[in-house]
């Protein structure tokens, strides 16, 4: 079989324009809508999180019933939560990885061990990854580069333990 000049010129522009669209759906897919069946909002967890005893929200009385306000955090078993799978990756306080502060996260905390950074989820979701870290809870305080959503990124204090670092795995995602 010959193939003509034509044919190889077509093949190339068809071959440009799907490798053209897979790298603009994979780097902003909230623009690229295929289906109105999407939810850019999977694995996000809680978005808002009310505090009972907060002066901003409306405290409601119940008169049968009166639960007294106390500052003791229930034990993670006592939280509800749910589990998801997720790509977990692991960063430290390098320039390379990060920029010119590394030792200040996205929103202004400083780094420390048990910190994760995520675009999946917002500022301080708890998340449990038990299968490596067992009953440790980490805190998302720390943004990733937008071409990573649904993965969390743990930072860790040693280059060494943070470069083997890369798993597909389930995690607890605290309400």
Not at 106 to 111: I, K, S
């Amino acid at each position: 079989m010959i193939l003509d000049k034509k044919i190889l010129i077509l093949a190339k522009k068809v071959l440009f324009v799907l490798s053209f669209s897979f790298v603009f759906i994979q780097s902003a897919p909230q623009l690229a809508i295929a289906s109105p069946e999407l939810n850019f909002d999977y694995a996000r967890g809680p978005v808002v999180t009310a505090i009972n005893n907060h002066p901003d929200n409306p405290i409601t009385v119940n008169t049968e019933k009166q639960t007294p306000i106390t500052s003791a955090l229930p034990s993670s078993e006592e939280l509800p939560y749910y589990e998801t799978y997720i790509t977990t990756t692991a960063y430290t306080s390098r320039e390379q990885e990060t920029d010119s502060d590394p030792f200040i996260a996205a929103w202004g905390d400083h780094v420390f061990w048990g910190m994760v950074a995520s675009n999946a989820y917002p500022k301080g979701t708890k998340i449990q990854i038990p299968e490596y870290f067992g009953d440790k809870m980490f805190t998302v305080l720390d943004k990733m580069n937008t071409r990573y959503y649904h993965r969390i990124d743990v930072w860790m204090p040693e280059l060494d333990d943070a470069k083997h670092f890369y798993h597909y795995t389930k995690i607890r995602v605290y309400k």
